[in-house]
């Protein structure tokens, strides 16, 4: 790897839905330094009307995700020397999603399929009943463990070219979340998931092309979710049939 | 765009056409290493059931698996959607199936 130079050259989005541009600033570079806080120094130094989002810079809320150099990134977490290592950055709003302004992404679509997927608890047990105790020996708590380390970045949905050509489809996210709670022994409406995600945009969609894997910060893996909830569908509608 | 019954569907005519395309594949093979001719193929395939039902449930799997591939490429890279889609669907399966099935029958027919 070349040694990062002193400066670097940074194109950035800007500009809402239909509306963009690209506007080119210099940077200083640093030893260590991330793509986040390449974003936060042109936004205090150079340009204070740039629009972003961060919150944690750990790798933990994700809030930072956006396009560098053409791949979804948490830029938090992510070095530039790594990604950068000729001095120039492209950042950009993550892709599938609408833009509010410059590089702050429309999450709606992202969060709305997560409620059509049914990827929210229903809950099995009220307040004064005693807590379901959770193993994780138990092979069904095993699946959903792999999981439940999503932090909602929009990573995976911005890596996915079924997305990108298929508007509807519910998307490696909310798809693994309604897979962990498909295994959660505390949710109570198992078919209701199975019927949600075998719809129009349903996980059936899914082409197993992998990006959400390959992309996921937190080395997860959607496309092993999506797969379960094919067999699972697949399996619930044939037991149907046969009770029928 | 693709639900659980057009999934299903396809995943079973795939099934289906995996031991008839490693038959056909094999067929082809043989019946081009210069000893049948045309007459001689034909006095083999006509009046065989069995190569009605080989080729006969072949070309229905195809018409399925086919339709249902396109009908994802249309909607992907072509952005057709709705009834348009549905249609497309519909006509490249009956399509499929109506040019197969003369084939076929008139290879198995006598």
Known sequence: MTATPPRLTVTVQRGTEGATRQETFDVPAYENQTVLDVVTWIQQMADPTLAYRFACRVGMCGSCAMMVNGEPRWTCRTHVKKVASDGQLDIAPLRNLPVIKDLAADMDPFFDKWVAAEARLHPSAGRGDDFDPVTSQEPARAEADLGIECINCGICYAACDTVAGNPDYLGPAALQRAWTLFNDSRDADRDGILAAVSGKGGCHNCHSMGSCAQYCPNDLNPMRAIAGLKRETVRAAWGRKRDA | ?110
Do not use: C, K, N
């Open chain 2, 1 to 110: 765009m693709l639900d659980l019954r057009l999934y299903v569907a396809q995943r079973l005519s795939a099934l289906v056409m995996v031991p008839l395309v490693l038959g056909h594949i094999a067929v082809m093979i043989y019946a081009i290493q210069g000893g049948l001719s045309t007459a001689e193929i034909l006095g083999r395939t006509q009046g065989s059931l069995l190569w009605f039902l080989f080729y006969g449930t072949f070309v229905i799997a195809v018409s399925v698996h086919a339709a249902i591939g396109l009908r994802v490429i249309a909607h992907e890279w072509g952005g057709l959607r709705g009834r348009v889609l549905d249609w497309l669907m519909w006509v490249v399966g009956a399509g499929l199936l109506t040019l197969g099935a003369r084939a076929v029958l008139a290879v198995t027919v006598p």
